[in-house]
């Protein structure tokens, strides 16, 4: 999903959702101990839970963004896979799938996979922190968009829409110079 492109721009994109996530597993008040962040991206939520006492691991199916991460840190923690195919050989305090890790599965078999693999790898007690787009969001807030955005090191056109109820799609075109007068373009929907 995520590749050069895109993995290029993933930390600028995600803007202030780290913050977000950290006060939602705070207020979870699980004990740290090992989390795993499932879509963990470029490695941001597993270098900041480890640096507030927590064992974190991350997974990603975009070995561009597990590349970035490994580079950032800690090294042995990032691994390229699928959320669905989740298996740990010890109970996990926290589970995490976040900045639309839900949205990315499309469908609602692979939705159900990524819970039963989660639930499996969870001790008791321990928590899973999601976050999703639902059929009312898209219904109340989807209505037709283009924006732009323009960065120093990176461009992003986003633009879509409510296609019917319940049903919306979101292109992201991301543009990222790469030298020689060339850009490397990525397209996410």
């Given at each position: 999903?995520?590749?050069?492109?895109?993995?290029?721009?993933?930390?600028?994109?995600?803007?202030?959702?780290?913050?977000?996530?950290?006060?939602a597993?705070?207020?979870?008040?699980?004990?740290?101990?090992?989390?795993?962040d499932?879509?963990?991206?470029?490695?941001?939520?597993?270098?900041?839970?480890?640096?507030?006492?927590?064992?974190?691991?991350?997974?990603?199916?975009?070995?561009?963004?597990?590349?970035?991460?490994?580079?950032?840190?800690?090294?042995?923690?990032f691994?390229?896979?699928?959320?669905?195919?989740?298996?740990?050989?010890?109970?996990?305090?926290?589970?995490?799938?976040?900045?639309?890790?839900?949205?990315?599965?499309?469908?609602?078999?692979?939705?159900?996979?990524?819970?039963?693999?989660?639930?499996k790898?969870?001790?008791?007690?321990?928590?899973?922190?999601?976050?999703?787009?639902?059929?009312?969001d898209?219904?109340?807030?989807?209505?037709?968009?283009?924006?732009?955005?323009?960065r120093?090191?990176?461009?992003?056109?986003?633009?879509?829409?409510?296609?019917?109820?319940?049903?919306?799609?979101?292109?992201?075109d991301?543009?990222?110079?790469?030298?020689?007068?060339?850009?490397r373009?990525?397209?996410?929907?």
């Open positions: 999903m995520y590749g050069q492109a895109a993995a290029a721009t993933y930390d600028d994109l995600t803007g202030n959702h780290l913050d977000a996530v950290l006060l597993i705070r207020s979870l008040r699980v004990r740290p101990g090992l989390a795993v499932v879509g963990c991206g470029t490695g941001a939520l597993v270098r900041e839970l480890n640096r507030r006492g927590w064992r974190a691991r991350g997974i990603d199916s975009s070995p561009d963004m597990i590349r970035i991460a490994r580079r950032r840190g800690p090294k042995g923690v691994a390229v896979g699928d959320a669905t195919r989740l298996r740990v050989s010890q109970e996990i305090d926290l589970v995490t799938a976040t900045f639309d890790v839900t949205t990315h599965l499309r469908s609602s078999r692979r939705l159900s996979r990524l819970f039963a693999c989660a639930s790898a969870l001790r008791p007690g321990g928590a899973l922190l999601f976050d999703c787009v639902t059929p009312h898209i219904d109340r807030n989807w209505g037709g968009y283009l924006q732009y955005t323009c120093p090191r990176w461009r992003l056109v986003r633009y879509g829409g409510r296609l019917a109820p319940s049903t919306g799609e979101i292109v992201y991301f543009f990222v110079p790469s030298g020689r007068g060339t850009v373009h990525q397209r996410e929907m």
